[in-house]
């Protein structure tokens, strides 16, 4: 059985938090702009306008020196001496002015004044900027501005500025200056950047991802509406993720965590809570760092949370609690689930009883369901239902500390599957949809909405959807619709005698069963439930004529190979396991084996190569 994790552990995380590039930093406009921002050294005004074509001033671009400098976190805002007689300790830079030139980074004119208002030029910024790589007058040996400026050019700085000696700089001009600056190496052979004590790749280029981590603010729990007030920005202008996708401010619900970036004008909002009995503490109830709910286990990140959940605070072994998770699945909170009003859908793996001792040293048996949720996750629930059994798809509430899990009748819910995988029928996917799909016999996987896209579902497809609150899909359990629930290999052996024994491959690992299948050699579709097998079917076989690593091709209709699709070469009665690419060049005979017909979403799932 195939087990795809949460979504949001793969945060994850850079995760969500690569939202806003979606990938590391590069070279492209977009990047750079995001790079200098969440350093801090060009901001937007409070609507997060960056005016990237208005010219930088001599005060300003002090400001961004000491923002791409070792004094970005110990400058005070505030002078308590005049650096010139045109600036005085009230400027609003004279802080700034005053330390880039205390450093030799920045100087004045020989009348006493630095003129802060006058715009940077091109020569006076790569001098400054040199200078915080280490150079000095010695090192150049031509007049200023032409040697500097020659050094400038042949160290990369001047990558997609086009100013020449003279002109004045634009804050579009700064940000790629101080871009540049960043993956430059300084005097002592080192990348600018590592020296603030960021990370860098093998090009020197900063990783986006440590980048925002590093500037970024949180976790914070959204209380009431009136959270976002106490963002230092416009919070009617931010960019806003959730769950790792676009959101809104509209989106953000209470008991929500969230992380800010100022410079960035950016908040990630996370919305992962779980709810179940508290069984066991790490390293101990009078101090955890970790805690057992709805039987897994969870780091705790927060001392508010680490008290609360402490033997002298809210919650004890033996209590229902809801857990408030942070993007990294750490717990940041501890509430009633009567505050969090959570509910679960899913579908049950297993039945047993579970053993604890309560907070009073009672012992505890209960028995417990356990439930593959929507998000992928399983949890343990304490349930007096014996009814229930795996593949049982059950909606699990809480209520006054108790936990009740109910079987949830068939949807009835049919449609198509748009091409770009954003709604079924007339029903629109929400941005975090969760799909599940489950087998009979309990066995589950996550789906992503694209692996449905051009697919009709029938009522008998669907077992359970629920709508959020604007009327889109919110979660889709499916009945066995994409087959990826299963393994895939080869039967290769049966040896009948007091009881069957069958040999099988799957993934280039042999492994032996023994039981009553009745099915016969070859490429076998597997449920697995640990070392048993609960379903062994033969695949459909074609013949292909041409192989790459999307498709197979049989009589001129194309078949889409699974991502895992397993490829073995057959050579002298022996299987070995091999790749698409090793037998796609034309000197092997090729068959491909498919679990259900393509129109209804099926793959090419094993290829063996004659």
Not at 172 to 201: E, H, I, R
Not at 407 to 421: E, M, P, Q, T, W
């Amino acid at each position: 059985m195939k087990k795809l994790a949460s979504f949001l552990i793969a945060l994850c995380l850079v995760f969500g938090l690569a939202a806003p590039s979606a990938q590391a930093a590069t070279t492209g406009a977009t990047s750079v702009q995001q790079i200098v921002q969440a350093l801090g050294i060009i901001n937007g005004d409070e609507t997060g306008n960056l005016n990237l074509t208005g010219y930088v001033t001599r005060a300003q671009f002090a400001k961004m020196m000491i923002a791409a400098s070792t004094y970005k976190d110990t400058i005070s805002t505030t002078a308590k001496s005049s650096p010139f007689k045109d600036v005085k300790y009230t400027h609003w830079a004279a802080s700034y002015v005053q330390t880039a030139v205390k450093a030799g980074w920045l100087s004045g004119y020989t009348d006493g004044t630095y003129k802060p208002d006058n715009n940077v030029k091109l020569e006076e910024a790569v001098s400054a900027v040199l200078k915080m790589l280490g150079y000095s007058s010695s090192d150049f040996s031509g007049s200023f501005p032409e040697a500097q400026l020659a050094t400038y050019s042949a160290l990369g700085l001047n990558e997609n500025i086009t100013k020449t000696q003279g002109q004045s700089l634009t804050r579009q001009d700064c940000m790629n200056l101080f871009y540049n600056l960043m993956s430059t190496k300084n005097k002592s052979d080192k990348y600018y950047a590592t020296t603030l004590g960021y990370t860098v790749n093998s090009s020197g280029e900063i990783e986006y991802s440590s980048l925002v981590l590093a500037s970024m603010k949180g976790p914070l729990i959204v209380e009431d509406s009136s959270w976002s007030s106490s963002l230092p920005f416009t919070a009617s202008t931010a960019t806003v993720y959730k769950n790792g996708s676009v959101s809104t401010l509209s989106a953000v619900s209470t008991y929500d965590v969230y992380y800010y970036n100022t410079s960035m004008h950016t908040v990630w909002v996370y919305s992962n809570k779980v709810t179940g009995v508290y069984t066991a503490a790490s390293p101990s109830t009078s101090a955890p760092t970790s805690v057992t709910v709805a039987g897994k286990s969870y780091t705790i990140s927060a001392s508010t949370a680490a008290y609360d959940l402490s033997n002298t605070g809210s919650f004890g072994i033996g209590d229902t609690v809801t857990l408030i998770l942070g993007m990294n699945g750490d717990v940041v909170g501890a509430i009633s689930p009567s505050k969090a009003y959570t509910t679960n859908y899913g579908v049950v793996v297993s039945t047993g009883t579970n053993t604890y001792t309560d907070s009073s040293g009672n012992t505890i048996s209960a028995y417990t369901v356990t439930v593959a949720c929507t998000d992928g996750n399983t949890y343990d629930y304490e349930c007096s239902y014996s009814y229930l059994s795996a593949g049982n798809v059950v909606c699990v509430t809480f209520t006054d500390g108790k936990t009740t899990v109910d079987k949830v009748a068939s949807s009835g819910l049919a449609g198509i599957v748009n091409s770009s995988a954003t709604a079924l029928g007339s029903y629109a996917f929400s941005d975090d949809i969760q799909i599940l799909d489950t087998t009979e016999k309990g066995s589950y996987t996550v789906v992503y909405p694209s692996r449905l896209a051009g697919m009709i579902l029938d009522s008998s497809d669907i077992k359970y959807y629920s709508l959020d609150s604007s009327g889109k899909l919110k979660c889709l359990i499916l009945n066995d619709v994409t087959g990826d629930t299963y393994s895939y290999g080869i039967l290769t052996s049966t040896v009948t005698g007091s009881s069957t024994v069958y040999k099988y491959i799957v993934g280039g690992k042999t492994t032996t069963y023994s039981g009553e299948l009745a099915i016969s050699d070859g490429p076998v579709l597997i449920e697995l439930s640990g070392s048993s097998i609960l379903k062994m079917r033969s695949l459909v076989s074609i013949r292909l004529s041409s192989l790459n690593s999307s498709y197979a091709v049989s009589d001129e209709e194309n078949y889409t190979l699974a991502e895992d699709v397993s490829v073995y070469i057959l050579q002298d009665g022996g299987y070995y396991l091999s790749s698409v690419s090793a037998v796609s060049g034309g000197s092997y005979t090729l068959y491909g084996y498919y679990d259900k017909s393509p129109s209804d979403g099926g793959r090419v799932r094993v290829i063996v190569a004659y």
